[in-house]
């Protein structure tokens, strides 16, 4: 264990031996900054006062050489070597509503979902807590660092995981779940982590934009909102695929009770590619859902998922281009 001191804060922490310091602070409640927690957002930056740390990927991106250069260091690729004074700023909003915490989980079902995209069940032992939206780091054999996927189902008794996974070729991570482990097989989860879950006290209209493997973490918010008794509002999510053989929400949402009713649907394709035949609209997600909206964007709150160049392309549509508040809107970009 090691003592993590923050300079003018009241707080600090210990710090386990396997943990980061991003890790250390968010189990002892605190509100550490972050996104990604795999070193490619910057988020997590702090500053090293006094004590030692040991960095886990010297090449991750969230540092620019600027950073590198002032003594910059991201939280969640640092592992104390003892004690340590740290620079950073706290803040409220980041502070874990149910603590991250490791489980050792069981793969239990793996589903196709498209070509590329598989569904991937785990089971571990007591409740899986988790808000809609949060994702969590897995440990894969022979993988280096962790992966962040997000949860695609909700918080349940039964202490069931599911994720949405997009094989990406060559990918590390991905190769070893479609390739390598199989049902029965163990590994370890940590979470929840996130903040672009969803929040059911906010009363406005939801609107869900999701590209690809994006979907999970929508799919989640989906089933969550509309599960929720408390919340009365509509739904409308919105699916972008690049062809038409990567279409696949829609049957996820029919299975879902509000469908049709507060939950609405709609698909679009950037790049038809003529192998299966597409008739719908043609284009970006954020394009279809600010031509299919009936009421001012500035009315809904919205959720996010998926590469952060579509992430950008909406942020600058939505808050330049049509005054949505940058507080209604909740991301998560796929490094
Ligand atoms: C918050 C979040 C949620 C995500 N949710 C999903 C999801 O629901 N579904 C989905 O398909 N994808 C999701 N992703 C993307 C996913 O985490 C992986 O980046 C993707 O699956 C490719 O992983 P890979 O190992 O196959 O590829 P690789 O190219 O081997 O690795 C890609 C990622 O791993 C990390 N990494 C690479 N090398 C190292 C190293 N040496 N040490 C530490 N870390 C390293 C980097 O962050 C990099 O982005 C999410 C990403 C984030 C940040
Ligand atoms: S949270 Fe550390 S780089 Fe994203």
Not at 147 to 168: C, H, K, M, Q
Not at 181 to 210: M, S, T, W
């Amino acid at each position: 264990m090691a003592e993590i001191t923050i300079d003018g804060e009241p707080s600090s922490f210990s710090c386990a031996a396997g943990d980061t310091l991003l890790q250390g602070g968010l189990r002892a409640g605190l509100g550490m900054p972050y996104e990604c927690s795999v070193g490619a957002c910057g988020s997590c930056k702090f500053e090293l006062l006094s004590g030692a740390v040991e960095t886990l990927w010297n090449e991750a991106p969230g540092l620019s050489p600027r950073d590198i250069k002032k003594g910059r260091r991201l939280a969640c690729q640092s592992k104390a070597l003892g004690d340590c004074l740290i620079k950073t700023h706290l803040a409220d909003s980041s502070k874990p509503f149910f603590i991250p915490t490791k489980h050792t989980v069981r793969l239990q079902q793996v589903a196709n979902v498209t070509h590329d995209m598989r569904q991937f069940s785990f089971a571990g032992a007591g409740a899986a807590e988790f808000l809609p939206g949060q994702y969590a780091l897995l440990s894969l054999p022979g993988v280096p660092g962790v992966r962040a996927y997000s949860l695609s189902n909700i918080a349940n008794p039964d202490g069931t995981w599911e994720f949405i996974v997009r094989r990406v070729p060559g990918g590390r991570g991905t190769t070893c779940l479609f390739e390598q482990i199989v049902p029965g097989d163990e590994i370890v989860l940590d979470g929840p982590y996130g903040l672009a879950h969803a929040r059911p006290e906010i009363p406005r209209d939801v609107v869900c934009l999701a590209g690809g493997s994006g979907l999970a973490p929508m799919l989640s918010i989906a089933r969550g909102l509309s599960a929720a008794t408390a919340w009365t509002g509509n739904v409308h999510f919105f699916y972008g695929a690049r062809t038409a053989a990567d279409c696949c929400s829609e049957p996820l949402l029919q299975a879902l009770p509000a469908f049709g009713s507060r939950l609405f649907s709609h698909t679009i394709v950037s790049d038809p590619d003529g192998k299966l035949p597409w008739d719908g609209p043609v284009g970006y997600v954020h394009d279809l859902a600010l031509r299919t909206l009936d009421k001012e964007p500035a009315s809904y709150e919205y959720y996010m998922a998926g590469p952060p160049a579509m992430i950008q392309a909406v942020i600058d549509t939505l808050c330049v281009e049509h005054a949505v508040p940058p507080q209604q809107i909740h991301f998560d970009r796929f490094f």
